[in-house]
Structures are given as structure tokens and as C-alpha cells.
């Protein structure tokens, strides 16, 4: 596509409930990128992808976080059993390679409300 | 491991004044690339300016100019002439080409223009 598409756009859900969210980068884009940004401070990195690499995971706050991506296509970031403090903007971003060479697309984010 | 500092949290000008974001990092990797967004009050990331480190040019562009300086790991951004449409929260980011191949942002600093 045109751009890095995430959706859904915004999502309320109540406490205690697993929610996923999708990111469909750039075609081509061998990196992806998925960030969290509370409201009134920066992003946060969360995890990352590189082509068929492993991915590094080394920002995922807890192991209620987890985040999967086929070949070079979609990631879906799956919060199980969310909490009130997993609100927050969710960021994907993608790149042609891990560098920023090439720089960094970010999609719209999505919305996350717990409740 | 990299990390970007902002300083200054909320800077408040008057339109037609001029205004300087600074923005301080570090970093071991040799090769690096340097970032500035804006994100207007609507949320999305707009990319503004990708500098690499063997690049110590300055740059302008319209009434934006940066000012990119290795020997104090510093890469501040100036918007001349300001207006109210530049009002937003700016943020810096930086990439190296080891470790945490993702952008780490600094904690951003909103600008408010006045009319």
C-alpha cells in the first residue's frame, strides 16, 4: 500500500480482556516497528522485525505483550488480560531495511482505551 | 545503548518569534542517523529531517534550519519566523546500525505559538 495502515483506528475494551492490533506495512518493507505512546509522553519502543530475523523484543513491557509477523507482511500486537496502564496510542512504523537508511513510514496508530 | 535527550518539555512563543528545539544524544555506533517529527495535535508522525553522522552539514529548509554538531553530540532544530500552524509536540530520535536497530525517541518538546 500507499502507507504503513493500522487498525483498528481506536478500540475500548474492559479490563481483563485480550485485544489485538494490525499493522499492514509498506510492500517491501523488511522492517516493522511497533511502538506505545501514553498520553502527554514520547514513544516507547516495543518490538522489532527484520525480514526473517528474530525479532528483539527487548521493549515489551510484560509477557501479557507479544507481537507476530509472517515473511515480510502483517504483525498483529496481541496484550492479553489488558490493564488500565496499557492505554495508550500504538504505533507501527516500517522501513526498507533496520537501519533508517532509508528512513521511517509510521501509520495513524490506534487507540487503545481500557476500561 | 542510545539515548536521546530534550530538555526542554513546553516552549511558549509568540507568532514571528524565533525558536530553537534542542536535542542532545549518544551513542557508541559509529554510523548513525539523526531524526526530527512533528506531531500535530491530530497524533500523527510527520518526518521532517534524517541526518547521518558523516554528515556535519547544515541544513535549511524554508524557515526550518538544523544545526548538527558531532563534537557536542548535538542536533538542534530552529524554526525561524514562527507561526501558529507550527505549534506541536517535536520530537528527536536517533538509529545506530548495532544493537536495538529501532529509533529511540527523546521525550519530545511541545511548542506553543501564540497568535
Known amino acids: 500500500g500507499a502507507g504503513v495502515s493500522q487498525s483498528p483506528s481506536n478500540k475500548v475494551t474492559e479490563k481483563g480482556k485480550d485485544v489485538e492490533l494490525r499493522c499492514d506495512p509498506i510492500?517491501?518493507?523488511?522492517?516493522l516497528y511497533w511502538y506505545r505512546q501514553r498520553l502527554g509522553q514520547g514513544l516507547e519502543f516495543l518490538i522489532y522485525?527484520?525480514?526473517?530475523?528474530?525479532?528483539?523484543k527487548s521493549g515489551l513491557p510484560s509477557d501479557r505483550f507479544s507481537a507476530e509477523r509472517t515473511g515480510e507482511s502483517v504483525s498483529t500486537l496481541t496484550i492479553q488480560r489488558t490493564q488500565q496502564e496499557d492505554s495508550a496510542v500504538y504505533l507501527c512504523?516500517?522501513?526498507?531495511?533496520?537501519?533508517?537508511?532509508?528512513?521511517?513510514?509510521f501509520g495513524s496508530g490506534t487507540r487503545l482505551t481500557v476500561v | 545503548a542510545q539515548k536521546v535527550t530534550q530538555a526542554q518539555t513546553e516552549i511558549s512563543v509568540v507568532e514571528k518569534e524565533d525558536v530553537t528545539l534542542d536535542c542532545v544524544y549518544e551513542?557508541?555506533?559509529?554510523?548513525?542517523?539523526l531524526f526530527w517529527y512533528k506531531q500535530p495535535p491530530s497524533g500523527e508522525l510527520v518526518f521532517l529531517i534524517r541526518?547521518?553522522?558523516?554528515?556535519?552539514q547544515n541544513e535549511i529548509s524554508g524557515r526550518y534550519s538544523w544545526n548538527f554538531q558531532k563534537s557536542t553530540s548535538s542536533f538542534n532544530f530552529t524554526i525561524t519566523a514562527s507561526q501558529v500552524v507550527d505549534s506541536a509536540v517535536y520530537f528527536c530520535?536517533?538509529?545506530?546500525?548495532?544493537?536495538?536497530?529501532?529509533?529511540?525517541f527523546g521525550s519530545g518538546t511541545r511548542l506553543q505559538v501564540q497568535p
Open positions: 541526518r547521518n553522522s558523516f554528515d556535519e
Open positions: 510492500s517491501g518493507h523488511t522492517a
Open positions: 530520535a536517533l538509529s545506530g546500525n548495532t544493537g536495538r536497530r529501532a529509533l529511540t
Open positions: 551513542t557508541r555506533d559509529t554510523t548513525y542517523y
Open positions: 522485525f527484520q525480514g526473517n530475523s528474530a525479532p528483539d
Open positions: 512504523a516500517s522501513s526498507l531495511e533496520g537501519q533508517g537508511v532509508y528512513g521511517y513510514t
